[in-house]
């Protein structure tokens, strides 16, 4: 009986240090849990991509804006945010082009965006050397200001605009973080059915080169933000 006494005595003196190598220290882990995951960002941004095949849409262009981001649940965000673009686009205007070639431009158009979306943190509730990559998806409005110089009836008007975005935050002390995100935006366009009436029609301003009177357009987007995390 003895023996065996002195043989647990010996377990429970060696198993304190033998425990404490067992996984990773805390203080050189170097993932550590997000504690703020409500915040607010300025941001900003170019949108590139597609004009249509008539070039009438507008695209390539800066912006600015500011986003509201708060936790939903576990590794999952939701945003909402408005922005300015301003973009360009070509305009058909039979008044001051020649008769042989009505587009002209490029003109400025300025869209305001309006939107909400939803982020899944790739790695959880906690950053991986202070960085947190993440994937989503948004959904939101883009609203086309008038442009004068376009004397042909198209107008941008208002438009649905969603698609999937990737992006990475960065902390880089305390509750500033940095932010880079890569965004595949679609919106449609919808043309006055002028532009599909044959020539000598009366109306018609251009020869009809496209099959349909709307067209989805694609725009990739960059965006760059800094932001300040908060408890709420």
Known sequence: MSKVVRALALCILVSPPLAAQVGHDPERSPYHPILLRTSISAMGH???????????????GPGVGLRYEMRLTGPTDVFASVAWSGLERMVVDTA??????PISGPVNQSVLFGEA???????????????APYL??????AFGASVPQDSSGYSFKT???????LGLK????GSVFLRVEGRLQFWRLKYPSSYFLAPGDGDSVLDPTVDSESEWTTHPTLLVGLGYAFRF
């Open 136 to 141: 989503g998806a948004n959904l939101g409005l």
């Open 159 to 165: 438009k649905f605009v969603s698609g999937p975005l």
């Open 170 to 173: 960065f902390y880089a002390a």
């Open 46 to 60: 170019y949108i590139a991509g597609s004009s249509g095949k008539l070039g009438v849409g507008p695209s390539d």
């Open 117 to 131: 979306g939803i982020l899944i943190l790739l790695t959880g509730d906690k950053t991986w050397n202070r960085l």
């Open 96 to 101: 001051t082009a020649a008769a042989d070639d």
